[in-house]
């Protein structure tokens, strides 16, 4: 799915979204922050956009990216470290989130400034809470995801 999705693509923009301090809501960043040191690529954008992906829209329009990946720890029922691609637009992009805005309401801004296709990876966080750790299962996802997409986005 991941590959069909990137097909033709000239311009990512990865943007990975979550707390680094809550646990398995570090999933985004963590797979922003290492695909940033394995994916060198005027090609390819790769935000951290911490909690508040709605701040780096500016940024996101003026890269003018053909595909837009959303990466985040969503809590869609799975069991803890499942991963999901899905429609950020569709029920995904509504669920619960630590976050402010609602990924669907981002997009739909985003589809209103820019011409791109936009996909979210998302991963079934295990534990939250303040201060806790990465759960295994999620770690584990994370690193997985990071293969995937360092061999997908070789361009």
């Known amino acids: 799915m991941l590959e069909d999705f990137l097909q033709g693509a000239k311009k990512v923009v990865i943007c990975g979204i979550g707390n680094e301090v809550r646990g ?3 999933f985004g960043i963590i797979v922003a922050e290492e695909l940033k040191n394995r994916l060198k690529s005027e090609k390819i954008v790769i935000l951290n956009c911490g909690e508040v992906p709605e701040s780096y829209v500016g940024k996101i ?3 003018k990216p053909t595909h837009v990946i959303f990466i985040d720890a969503v809590d869609f029922g799975g069991k803890p470290g499942e991963v999901v691609i899905a429609d950020p637009e569709g029920t995904l992009g509504e669920s619960f989130s630590t976050h ?7 997009v739909g801004y985003l ?3 820019i011409n791109a296709k936009f996909i979210l ?3 079934q966080p295990k534990q939250l809470g303040l201060f806790v ?4 299962e999620v770690k584990q996802s994370a690193e997985k995801l990071i293969e995937i997409l360092a061999q997908e986005l070789e361009f």
């Open 24 to 26: 398995d809501d570090a």
């Open 61 to 63: 329009i003026n890269e």
């Open 100 to 106: 402010k805005l609602p990924l669907k309401l981002l």
């Open 111 to 113: 589809k209103q400034n």
């Open 121 to 123: 990876i998302g991963c």
């Open 133 to 136: 750790e990465m759960s295994e």
